[in-house]
T-cell receptor, first 112, second 114 residues
């Protein structure tokens, strides 16, 4: 019930391409869906987040698409750059527990 | 100041040692968190403090003992750890737990248990 499933596990994209990472969940009590970016040796940092009353949110090159009926959400990185190479985690917050559950992570490598 | 600081950066300890991890923030946040992250895995929630009171304990073994002395400081006391406890320990904070507040993470303490 608490699980958030994330795919793919790893992704290689050419510079300038689009990176797409997908997440799915079952728990209907989730009410907030952030994406975190983590570089080696660093803590995760919030990239972008969405609430379920919105179907899409865009911030610069990063877009979250949210499909409430399918219980799926995805991160699109447009014009991917080598500096975007990192591990990306989707997460979901349970409205009752008010705690984040993280997906398993996607290791993104953007080749120059 | 939008920073969560953690000390030490690295810690090596034996199974009979007692040590403590420290986390500090000066953003006026009233919620603080401890996470454990194994290599190539996501962060796993251990404890949540809200207004200096423990609100969530994710069934963490008693060899991990959290403490929140004030709203800016969070400690994790370690005693009689096992080698499988070796991991990156992350601290995070947020304005609160009830709203859609960003969690700010520290850089973590890399713990090795021999």
């Amino acid at each position: 019930q608490q699980q958030v499933k994330q795919s793919p596990q790893s992704l290689i994209v050419q510079k300038g391409g689009i990176s797409i990472i997908n997440c799915a969940y079952e728990n209907t009590a989730f009410d907030y869906f952030p994406w975190y970016q983590q570089f080696p040796g660093k803590g995760p940092a919030l990239l972008i987040a969405i609430r379920p009353d919105v179907s899409e949110k865009k911030e610069g090159r990063f877009t979250i698409s949210f499909n409430k009926s399918a219980k799926q959400f995805s991160l699109h990185i447009m014009d991917s750059q080598p500096g975007d190479s990192a591990t990306y985690f989707c997460a979901a917050r349970d409205t009752g527990r008010r705690a984040l559950t993280f997906g398993s992570g996607t290791r993104l490598q953007v080749q120059p | 100041d939008t920073e969560v600081t953690q000390t030490p950066k690295h810690l090596v300890m034996g199974m009979t040692n007692k040590k403590s991890l420290k986390c500090e923030q000066h953003m006026g946040h009233r919620a603080m968190y401890w996470y454990k992250q194994k290599a190539k895995k996501p962060p796993e929630l251990m404890f949540v403090y809200s207004y200096e009171k423990l609100s969530i304990n994710e069934s963490v073994p008693s060899r991990f003992s959290p403490e929140c002395p004030n709203s800016s400081l969070l400690n994790l006391h370690l005693h009689a750890l096992q080698p499988e406890d070796s991991a990156l320990y992350l601290c995070a904070s947020s304005l609160g737990t009830s709203g859609y507040y960003e969690q700010f993470f520290g850089p973590g303490t890399r713990l090795t248990v021999l």
